[in-house]
């Protein structure tokens, strides 16, 4: 009895060992990842700054949720997953700082969730690279505090491939599961598009190789992110085949056009390069571009050596699907369309970098080592350059709204009101007013509509400075504001 009573402890003393032990390696190899994380936060709000004010797009989304603003108009492409993320704060707060501080801790507390999903995939220490080379793009840390969907869409892209991946090595099987569908539904959620072309590879693979449980999970989750983009087409556009012809329409149609070039033009800090015209940025800025798709080809030769292809091979495959609509088949850029395919590329780059710098046996290469170090800080150099210079120029921009609503009120035009014409939708927000057009991408009213609001409440017009307005507002008194003419429509 008594032996058999000791056994039972030894053996339960060795559980509680290899569990501690299990904890602990754990919590070591989570140490990266939540540096990572940490720094990542701390660097938007140094470098980007909470005081940014609400840029175009922002606007949009943010102020769907508001009480304190009327919503601006919401078009085709548009999903509200942005909004509802945004909605904690914005819903009760026009505090546009409380608002960046709790997106940059949210995106920062969600690369370290998404980085955790590849443990066992990688090192510890290639998941934490990765992390920091995407996290270290000034695209990344510009749009991590911003309410904007494509790094959301990127941390979607990490989670559900990260889990596809765990799932296939039969890791933890049921929770992958739950992150497969997850990370789907994320991106679904903030561009249902996005998530379609980010998947591809997935749901091919998971067909082919009849994994019911993986397609289930993926369609599960695709459904549930897509269902309320696809009701609403329904309900404001007539079905789901116009709301994309809609959206294609705003988008340039859809279909064959080359813009690799205009993504390298807005490589120099363009936030939308449309039309994109001008010259190339300086070489410093585009080289990483260049060598991105060189080091993931190696990343892809040392999986193959180490028959574990897969786990770089579909990550690599996905970020190719998630960067092709924005590469060959829309006729302008923006750099943030690509986060998803950058977020991907990162942990293949980052475990090319380390078997660049260690031999096989684990040993450090010292002339490698001196060059990859030289080259990822001439690249952060670049990348914190660029960023400045976004930073700068956005918030210039943002304050000459900011001016120009302060004029309008000089001028009598306050809440409720309504502003038309150029830029209206960002000046309008700043001036508290509704915006609305009468043509283009956003075209909300007509002209008669405009006449009748101007019988009720103050209604300007605004114009680039010397251009010609509408007929409706011809006769309306002008005033200069900057470079605009303002017209304000005569008081009820």
Not at 15 to 38: F, K, M, Y
Not at 351 to 368: E, Q, S, Y
Not at 481 to 487: A, N
Request: one cysteine or more; proline letters at 7%.
């Amino acid at each position: 009895m008594a032996d058999g009573a000791n056994a039972i402890l030894v053996r339960r003393r060795r559980r509680e060992q290899a569990t501690g032990s299990g904890l602990r390696a754990r919590v070591r190899g989570d140490r990266p990842l939540v540096a990572v994380a940490v720094v990542f936060t701390l660097a938007q709000l140094a470098l980007v700054r909470p005081v940014l004010g609400l840029g175009w797009d922002e606007i949009v989304y943010v102020s769907q949720v508001t009480s304190h603003h009327p919503a601006a108009f919401f078009s085709a492409p548009r999903s509200r997953g942005v909004s509802l993320l945004a909605a904690p704060v914005a819903s009760w707060s026009s505090s546009v700082p409380l608002l960046r501080v709790y997106l940059a801790l949210l995106s920062g507390l969600a690369l370290y969730l998404a980085l955790r999903t590849w443990r066992g995939l990688f090192p510890a220490r290639v998941l934490a690279v990765g992390g920091a080379l995407f996290a270290s793009l000034w695209v990344t840390l510009f749009y991590g505090p911003q309410a904007m969907p494509n790094y959301w869409v990127a941390i979607g892209a990490l989670i559900s491939v990260g889990c596809f991946l765990q799932v296939r090595m039969k890791r933890s099987a049921g929770r992958a599961l739950w992150g497969v569908a997850a990370g789907a539904a994320l991106m679904a959620w903030m561009r249902p598009t996005d998530a379609v072309w980010v998947t591809v590879p997935l749901l091919v693979l998971a067909l082919a190789r009849r994994h019911r449980s993986l397609l289930l999970a993926l369609v599960a989750g695709l459904l549930a992110g897509g269902v309320p983009w696809v009701i609403e087409a329904y309900v404001g556009y007539g079905g789901l085949g116009e709301r994309l012809a809609e959206a294609s329409r705003i988008q340039g149609g859809l279909g064959w056009q080359i813009a690799v070039d205009d993504q390298m033009r807005s490589l120099g800090g363009r936030a939308l390069c449309r039309p994109c015209t001008g010259s190339m940025p300086h070489p410093l800025v585009m080289v990483w571009w260049f060598v991105l798709p060189v080091l993931a080809a190696r990343g892809l030769v040392v999986a193959a050596r180490a028959r574990r292809l897969n786990r770089t091979l579909i990550p690599l495959a996905c970020a190719a699907t998630a960067a092709l609509p924005y590469l060959f088949l829309i006729g302008y850029a923006a750099p943030r369309f690509l986060q998803p395919a950058y977020a991907l590329l990162a942990i293949p780059v980052a475990d090319a970098l380390w078997h660049l710098v260690r031999d096989p046996g684990g040993k450090w290469r010292p002339v490698a080592a001196s060059l990859v170090a030289l080259g990822l800080a001439g690249h952060l150099a670049v990348q914190i350059a660029v960023l400045e210079s976004v930073v700068s120029r956005n918030t210039d921009n943002r304050r000459d709204w900011g001016r120009t609503a302060d004029a309008l009120h000089g001028l009598g035009v306050r809440p409720p009101c309504l502003l038309v014409g150029h830029e209206a939708i960002p000046i309008g927000y700043y001036t508290g007013c509704s915006s609305g057009a009468t043509s283009g991408n956003n075209e909300s009213t007509t002209p008669a509509e405009i006449l009748r609001t101007a019988d009720r409440l103050p209604v300007a017009h605004l114009t680039a400075a010397g251009g010609i307005p509408p007929r409706y507002a011809r006769s309306w008194p002008v005033h200069r504001i900057s470079d605009l003419d303002v017209r304000v429509a005569p008081s009820p």
